[in-house]
């Protein structure tokens, strides 16, 4: 595809048509726009005579939104690419990581092909950006990181990513935080942790080596959090005090968070209040086993929260699809958001932030100067994109398709 092009006929949004009622009905048009250096330069209706000689991809009419973010994956699990293997039963966490800890060493060395081939599925459905944390422990030390970071760099020209050095089997173990030093020094950029309670047995110190790591690092912080109820709150509170401390606002999330979901609404309003204050993200798999965090309430009190679909096909679970875009009709399902203006603004939760339209229905993307990251989809406005999650036609980062084709 040359540097500069028009992808001609696109379907965009235009606004809200609403009554007494509220939004019934989303308005979109057909556009062409002006692709040069991976960014939207010209944005011209169907009745702009495109100069002769100047390059043109057809659309098709097919919607354009913004591409995902994968904001929760673990690229290093997975059994992608090898022959199928259904998980092992385990009666709970410490027996799964018991089991995982076994077959450790027997797969690092397809971590790339493996990681590449979920890299490749998350493409395919619209994402390109990944975070993905990958396991820091004193099986296989900084293999499995040596493995996702040769396979991202591959798709650098397709995707952004951030990778999390996760103690998955303990940080406050063995030799496990002179590990996560070296991963932060070989390519993780962010600091991870689990369950201070469940598996370090010591919430205070699991959460200050976290912090230790972060202010030495200069790096975020994104923790796992299974442990539940009352303890589960306090760890998220704890971590709060300490973000706070270190003034690390904006820079700190919390994965899974379910915690925060089985407590008193009067303690999941003042723990959102301070998570809207510090910055502080939840990032969310939308699972259908567990209590989730009250995702709606933490979105009206300025909450970031993002989506991701974890590991699966892995040592952990055979299920999976690797589409954000389908965790956000799972939110809709969940937190009943069938109209279409609440279908049309959860899309955020799968962008990490930009809709095509504001709440109030003015025109947020695309803009001229924005870059030129967008899926392709048979679908009439974002709405029925939310709720009927369409095959995704092609995927463009930076104006190069990816994945798909036009």
Not at 77 to 82: G, Q, R
Not at 308 to 334: I, M, N, Q
Request: charged content about 25%; aromatic content about 8%.
């Amino acid at each position: 595809m040359t540097a500069s092009y028009w992808l001609t006929n696109v379907r965009l949004e235009t606004g809200y048509q609403q009554d007494e009622k509220g939004v019934y009905e989303t308005k979109t048009s057909l556009f062409h726009l002006k692709i040069e250096d991976g960014k939207f330069v010209e944005k011209k209706d169907t009745t702009f005579v495109i100069p002769s000689g100047e390059t043109k991809i057809d659309g098709k009419g097919l919607l354009a939104v913004p591409t995902f973010k994968e904001m929760h994956n673990h690229l290093d699990k997975t059994y992608l690419s090898l022959d199928w293997k259904a998980p092992i039963p385990a009666k709970n966490l410490t027996e799964r990581l018991r089991l995982e800890a076994l077959e450790l060493e027997e797969l690092a060395s397809s971590t790339k092909q493996r990681a590449s081939a979920m890299i490749e599925l998350l493409l395919s459905q619209g994402s390109t950006h990944i975070r993905t944390h990958v396991n820091i422990d004193p099986y296989i030390g900084l293999k499995n990181l040596e493995g996702v970071k040769a396979a991202l760099e591959d798709y650098s020209d397709k995707l952004t990513y951030e990778i999390v050095a996760f103690p998955q089997h303990g940080l406050l173990r063995d030799n496990v935080i002179s590990l996560m030093k070296d991963a932060m020094r070989n390519g993780a950029n962010i600091v991870g942790g689990l369950d201070p309670a469940g598996i370090d047995r010591n919430i205070e110190k699991s959460l200050y080596e976290v912090m230790n790591l972060a202010t030495e690092f200069d790096a975020d912080v994104d923790i796992h959090l299974h442990d539940g109820g009352h303890v589960g709150y306090y760890t998220v509170d704890k971590l709060a005090e300490l973000v706070e401390e270190a003034k690390w606002h904006n820079r700190a999330a919390v994965s899974h968070a379910f915690s925060l979901g089985d407590v008193p609404i009067p303690q999941q309003e003042e723990i959102a209040e301070k998570l809207s204050n510090l910055g502080m993200s939840i990032m969310s798999t939308i699972p259908i086993n567990r209590t989730l965090p009250p995702i709606d309430l933490f979105d009206r009190k300025g909450v970031n929260v993002y989506l991701g679909c974890d590991g699966f096909y892995d040592s952990w679970g055979p299920f999976g699809t690797g589409d954000v875009l389908e965790k956000v009709t799972r939110f809709g399902e969940l937190y009943r958001k069938s109209d279409e203006l609440s279908l049309s603004q959860s899309l955020k939760f799968a962008t990490g932030g930009p809709t095509p339209l504001t709440k109030d229905g003015k025109v947020a993307w695309p803009l001229e100067g924005d870059e030129a990251n967008l899926v392709l989809v048979n679908a009439s406005c974002t709405a029925e994109a939310v709720a009927r999650t369409p095959k995704r036609e092609a995927v463009i980062f930076r104006g190069k398709v990816v994945s798909g084709q036009i």
